[in-house]
């Protein structure tokens, strides 16, 4: 199981940007697979995108492709989710989410709130 702290979002205009960062502890914490999701009231939570434990593939969604960039730094227990180019549409709650094999641990979000 490992902890995971979301930090880094915020208010901004339409066409600018966030770098989100989520901190997680534990020492096995690069075998884990790690996403972004986001969430609005009234709404299920969706998938944002996704890094494999090393770094080396990345999955998003059609809605933030080509916007957004996910990484990670194992060194640092550390994964960052680069928003670019962000829409009003992007205005959500965002968590972070850690799998491995049966494991599924959930941070407890960051709001980001884009105007028009």
């Known amino acids: 199981q490992v902890q995971l702290v979301e930090s880094g979002g915020g208010l901004v205009q339409a066409g600018g940007s966030l770098r989100l960062s989520c901190a997680a502890s534990g020492r096995t914490f690069r075998n884990y697979d790690v996403g972004w999701y986001r969430q609005v009231p009234g709404k299920e939570r969706e998938f944002v995108a996704r890094?494999?434990?090393?770094?080396?593939?990345?999955y998003y969604a059609d809605s933030v492709k080509g916007r957004f960039t996910i990484s990670r730094d194992n060194a640092k227990n550390m994964v960052y989710l680069q928003m670019n180019s962000l829409k009003p549409e992007d205005t959500a709650i965002y968590y972070c989410?850690?799998?491995?094999?049966?494991?599924?641990?959930w941070g407890q979000g960051t709001q980001v709130t884009v105007s028009s």
């Open positions: 890094v494999n434990w090393s770094g080396g593939s990345t």
């Open positions: 989410n850690a799998r491995y094999v049966t494991i599924n641990d």
